[in-house]
């Protein structure tokens, strides 16, 4: 039911993601949504619904993007797994844990992206990447990090007591 209700809010992030979030740039790096989404969703899930919706937005992003499919397919699975493992076995403060997945999580998706347009043909140098890109881009999704924890821990609240009331 969980994942009914969650796909359209990916696509709604979707669309902002490469609408909005696009131009809101600092440096070249760009925030990902979904992957904040992904991890602020699985830090306050009480299910596994996670791991789909992960399938989902990596199908979706790597749609609409250059990227090889399974770099953002993976990233996002990084982030539901990271925030199971942070959830269930290591730390009792959820907004540590989703700035933590989010830092690990992003400079996963961004490296391995610059690898994945190397292999691809694009030269872009590595020192011009990391400072221009990599770096910013794991900074706005940690400015956005506890904003989207809140929305989604305040969804996911509600959604289960609405699920409990049946």
């Known amino acids: 039911m969980a994942v ?7 696509l709604v992030l979707l669309v902002l993601q490469s609408t909005v979030a696009s131009k809101v740039t600092l440096l ?14 699985a830090l306050s899930s009480k ?15 790597s749609y609409i993007t250059a990227i090889p499919w399974y770099i953002y397919l993976s990233a996002y699975l990084l982030v539901i797994l990271l925030a199971r493992y942070f959830s269930q076995k290591l730390w009792e ?7 933590i997945i989010i830092m690990i999580a992003s ?3 961004y490296t ?8 691809k043909g694009v030269d872009y140098p590595l020192s011009i990447s990391l400072n221009q890109v990599i770096i910013p881009s794991v900074f706005l999704n940690l400015f956005i990090a506890i ?19 049946s």
């Open 4 to 10: 009914i209700f969650s796909i359209p809010i990916l």
């Open 28 to 41: 070249n790096g760009t925030a990902d949504l979904l992957l904040v989404w992904l991890a602020a969703w």
């Open 47 to 61: 299910d596994r619904s996670g791991f789909i919706l992960a399938g989902i937005a990596g199908a979706l992003v």
């Open 93 to 99: 403060s959820p907004l540590l844990a989703m700035l």
């Open 107 to 109: 400079i996963y998706l």
């Open 112 to 119: 391995f992206t610059f690898i994945g347009l190397r292999i």
């Open 147 to 165: 904003p989207v924890f809140a929305i989604a821990k305040d969804f996911s609240k509600w959604f289960y007591r609405s699920e409990n009331a």
